[in-house]
C-alpha cells in the first residue's frame, strides 16, 4: 500500500473537521474560488485526494439539490496517483453554485461574498485543499498556495494578514 505525504494526510485531517453546513460551506467556497475553471461556462477542479474529491461531490450535490450534479473522470498518472477531474456540467447548476456563494470569474474575495468571520478558517482550509500542500514540519517547514490569479493571491494574502496577523 502506498505511504501518503504529509501534505495529503493534512488535508484528510482537515476534511474530518468539517463537522457542520456552514463550515462546508465555507470550504466548498474556498475550493471553489481555488479550482482550475471558474466560470459561468465551466467549474472544474481537479484533485488527487479521493477524500476531497467526495467532499466537493457530495456538498455541490447538496446545494443544487442534484446527485448528479458533479461529473467524474479519474486519470491515473504514471507515478501511481490517480487525479480526480470533477466538473459541473450542467448551466443550471453551475449558475446555482455561483449565485449561492455569490461567485464570479473575478474570484475576488471581496465582503460581499466572504462568508462570517468565524469562518475564515474553513474558507482557507478550502483553498489549501484546491491548491495547498504543505512539507513535514519535522523535516523542512514550507506552506505554499498555487493560486490562479495574482489578483486572488493579493486578496488572500491580505485576508490572512488581516485576520491572522
Do not use: W
Request: aromatic share 10%; hydrophobic share 35%; with cysteine.
Amino acid at each position: 500500500m502506498k505511504e501518503h505525504s504529509f501534505s495529503y494526510n493534512v488535508k484528510e485531517e482537515i476534511i474530518s473537521k468539517i463537522n457542520s453546513k456552514p463550515k462546508a460551506d465555507a470550504c466548498l467556497m474556498g475550493i471553489l474560488i481555488a479550482c482550475n475553471n471558474l466560470c459561468s461556462d465551466e467549474i472544474l477542479f481537479l484533485t488527487e485526494h479521493k477524500s476531497v474529491a467526495d467532499f466537493f461531490k457530495l456538498n455541490v450535490s447538496r446545494i443544487c439539490e442534484d446527485d448528479n450534479a458533479v461529473s467524474e473522470q479519474t486519470v491515473e498518472k504514471k507515478n501511481e496517483i490517480t487525479l480526480y477531474s470533477l466538473s459541473i456540467e450542467s448551466e443550471k447548476n453551475r449558475l446555482k453554485i455561483l449565485n449561492y456563494f455569490r461567485l464570479d470569474s473575478s474570484r475576488k474575495l471581496t465582503q460581499n461574498v466572504l462568508p462570517k468571520s468565524k469562518f475564515y478558517p474553513q474558507l482557507i482550509s478550502g483553498i489549501f485543499l484546491s491548491c495547498g500542500s504543505v512539507n513535514n514540519p519535522n523535516r523542512t517547514y514550507h506552506l505554499e498556495f498555487v493560486l490562479p490569479t495574482l489578483e486572488l493571491c493579493n486578496d488572500f494574502g491580505a485576508l490572512i494578514i488581516d485576520n491572522f496577523n
